[in-house]
């Protein structure tokens, strides 16, 4: 077993015996590594957010947040492949390490002709790219999903860069063949669209940004930008 392999399969230890949790040396002695080897994955488990939880008292181990993992799905060969092509044909959509996460654990459940398959599927669907998200569109999906202020330093259509402007993303918007992240930009004192390629930085803070609505502060979407309905 690689450590790939016992990754996947300490999450799904985990899982089953929720609420409960394993120890350490007994998460060592099933997977015949050492307690040693058993830290290092948890390490990597937790920075993978799979929602790990760590007791590090006497007699304490590791489980899972329920709250936080989805419980084990079953997809057909059909459904895994339209959900792998999916993901792989919208490399510029927010929240892409995550969905990149995802869609390598989608592809290691397939069978090698199932994924020979998606592979077939995907190689013949073309799309036109847009003109990308910009380098800190990790760091602006990280502050729309926690809800924090992030600082960016940001260049006008003129070129003008004011730095260190403080932002509260509350969406994203792809219109015109341009990402965009709409905000509370702090310095305006209202909401206002930023081109996400003129973000020339952008830094996480700690503060947790105030519950604005999004219809209030940009009204409705514009016409070819519309909301995905799930």
């Not at 058993?38 to 947040?65: F, N, P, Q, T």
């Not at 397939?110 to 036109?128: I, K, T, Y």
Request: net charge neutral; with cysteine; hydrophobic share 40%.
């Amino acid at each position: 077993m690689n450590r790939t392999e016992r990754l996947y399969a300490i999450v799904q230890e985990l899982r089953l015996a929720a609420p409960r949790g394993r120890t350490a040396a007994w998460l060592a002695e099933r997977f015949e590594v050492s307690e040693r080897t058993i830290k290092r994955d948890m390490r990597a488990l937790h920075d993978s957010d799979v929602g790990l939880v760590a007791d590090e008292g006497r007699g304490g181990g590791y489980s899972l947040d329920r709250d936080r993992m989805l419980p084990p799905m079953a997809f057909s060969p059909a459904e895994a492949t339209a959900i792998a092509v999916a993901i792989g044909a919208s490399d510029d959509l927010p929240f892409r390490d995550q969905a990149r996460t995802a869609l390598a654990k989608i592809l290691d459940a397939m069978s090698p002709s199932q994924r020979a398959e998606a592979s077939d599927v995907a190689r013949r669907l073309w799309v036109r790219d847009g003109n990308g998200r910009g380098r800190w569109a990790g760091v602006l999906d990280d502050a729309l999903r926690e809800r924090r202020v992030v600082n960016v330093d940001y260049a006008d259509a003129d070129g003008r860069v004011t730095h260190d402007r403080p932002i509260e993303p509350l969406a994203f918007a792809r219109t015109r063949r341009h990402w965009h992240v709409l905000a509370w930009c702090r310095l305006r004192e209202g909401g206002r669209w930023f081109r996400m390629d003129r973000i020339q930085a952008a830094h996480l803070t700690r503060e947790v940004a105030p519950i604005r609505d999004l219809a209030e502060t940009f009204g409705p979407p514009p016409e070819d930008a519309r909301p995905i309905e799930l």
